[in-house]
């Protein structure tokens, strides 16, 4: 499947190109649509998920071999600046609290989990480096560095979260009354 895969997103790829279509956002909606208006949708992503590491070590190994080291070493402050308001937005915006969400745990923790998310980010930051070369490849190195500190932050915060709302077994578990456990099959 990955394969067949990968030839797919090649052959695709040179159709787009030659038809000067953004890859990136096709795929974006091709992904959409199958996903979410197709019988094949869930078999789709089952093919994505058991391909994706293989994708995923050549898309950020990609991403690391073009990122700029001495530059880094001058925009390090502007990375943490970054990835520290992308945090503090996130958290300001949570949408558990415009939603109405009831439970006092998940409107106080559920923002955690978005905190790591940030895959299609480095592609577009791709885009800006070859659609503007005058700043893109700075302004590349400065998105990979503060992708790099949210991956590693976002999970750690993640984890944090679900001990505390008790989703793991290392945390005492909280009282959610209003969610009841499935029932076991007999």
């Known amino acids: 499947m990955l394969l067949v895969l990968l030839v797919l997103g090649f ?13 990136l956002l096709t795929f974006m909606v091709a992904g959409f ?10 078999k789709f ?10 994708v995923y070590v ?24 970054m990835a520290g308001s992308r945090g503090l937005f996130t958290y300001a915006g949570r949408g558990s609290r415009v939603a ?4 006092p745990a998940l409107r106080r923790w559920s923002w955690s989990g978005l905190v790591a998310q940030a895959g299609l980010v480095l592609g577009l930051a791709a885009l800006v480096a070859k659609e503007f070369p005058t700043f893109g490849t700075p302004f590349r190195s400065l998105v990979i560095a503060t ?12 984890k944090l979260a679900l001990d505390r709302t008790g989703e793991t077994s290392r945390a005492e578990a909280v009282s959610l009354s ?7 099959p007999q």
């Not at 649509?33 to 869930?42: A, D, E, F, K, T």
């Open 147 to 158: 992708v790099a500190i949210n991956q590693l932050v976002g999970p750690v915060l993640f």
């Open 100 to 103: 109405g969400e009831r439970l």
């Open 45 to 54: 992503l089952h093919n994505i998920e058991q391909t994706g590491t293989v």
């Open 33 to 42: 649509i199958v996903r979410n208006m197709s019988s094949q949708g869930q």
């Open 178 to 184: 209003s969610i009841r456990p499935p029932a076991m």
């Open 58 to 81: 050549i898309f950020f190994a990609t991403a690391g071999a073009d990122l700029d080291i001495p530059l880094l070493k001058h925009m390090w402050p502007a990375a943490l600046v």
């Open 11 to 23: 052959g695709v790829s040179t159709v787009l190109d030659y038809l000067q279509f953004d890859a």
